[in-house]
T-cell receptor, first 113, second 111 residues
Framework: DTAVSQTPKYLVTQMGNDKSIKCEQN?????MYWYKQDSKKFLKIMFS???????INETVPNRFSPKSPDKAHLNLHINSLELGDSAVYFC????????????FGPGTRLTVT | AQSVSQHNHHVILSEAASLELGCNYS??????LFWYVQYPGQHLQLLLK??????LVKGIKGFEAEFIKSKFSFNLRKPSVQWSDTAEYFC?????????FGTGTSLTVIP
């Protein structure tokens, strides 16, 4: 049983396209996150949702829009993709916000050409 | 702004050598501290965490870390590394709702 799953695992697309990455967790957690890991392995939080409500929204371009249809899902939609969006995107979940351990998904490697 | 610094970007060790990876953070309030590991081609996994109590915490696979509040540090240690410890190691700090990761340390263990 995969605790946090993401689809797709790889995504290759051209500049200007719109794409979505899906994330699902079966841990019953209340909080979910999106992280971006760049080519230097730097991991930066993008968004955090707690019970379907946005609680962290770091400075990311508004081309990125998270959507949480329910507590178990947090999708990331990206409009007008740019070369600099190429990265690995990780979804994570935790029991709650704050000091709870985060469980990470396997990542989605996005390549924009 | 809060930050997490990992001073060692790339560490190369021989098997059985001892390991210490540095982690410093800049935040004056209460923090929760984590070390995560990312094995090649895999997702991040928790090694250990500190919330309160004994500042020396033990994690999986023989890793431990010591929280020194006066130095704002949470260094990771392992007395004897194995080839299978080759991975990226990330320190992370939680300050309530905010989570900050360090830039990571790449560890290569030579058999």
């Amino acid at each position: 049983d995969t605790a946090v799953s993401q689809t797709p695992k790889y995504l290759v697309t051209q500049m200007g396209n719109d794409k979505s990455i899906k994330c699902e967790q079966n841990l019953g957690h209340d909080t979910m996150y999106w992280y971006k890991q760049d080519s230097k392995k730097f991991l930066k939080i993008m968004f955090s949702y707690n019970n379907k409500e946005l609680i962290i929204n770091e400075t990311v371009p508004n081309r990125f829009s998270p959507k949480s249809p329910d507590k178990a899902h947090l999708n990331l939609h990206i409009n007008s993709l740019e070369l600099g969006d190429s990265a690995v995107y990780f979804c994570a979940s935790s029991q709650g916000a704050g000091y709870y351990e985060q469980y990470f998904g396997p990542g989605t490697r996005l390549t924009v050409t | 702004a809060q930050s997490v610094s990992q001073h060692n970007h790339h560490v190369i060790l021989s098997e059985a050598a001892s390991l210490e990876l540095g982690c410093n953070y800049s935040y004056g309030g209460t923090v929760n501290l984590f070390w995560y590991v990312q094995y090649p081609g895999q997702h991040l996994q928790l090694l250990l965490k500190y919330f309160s109590g004994d500042p020396l915490v033990k994690g999986i696979k023989g890793f431990e870390a010591e929280f020194i509040k006066s130095k704002f540090s949470f260094n990771l240690r392992k007395p004897s590394v194995q080839w299978s410890d080759t991975a990226e190691y990330f320190c992370a700090v939680n300050t309530g709702n905010q989570f900050y990761f360090g830039t990571g340390t790449s560890l290569t263990v030579i058999p």
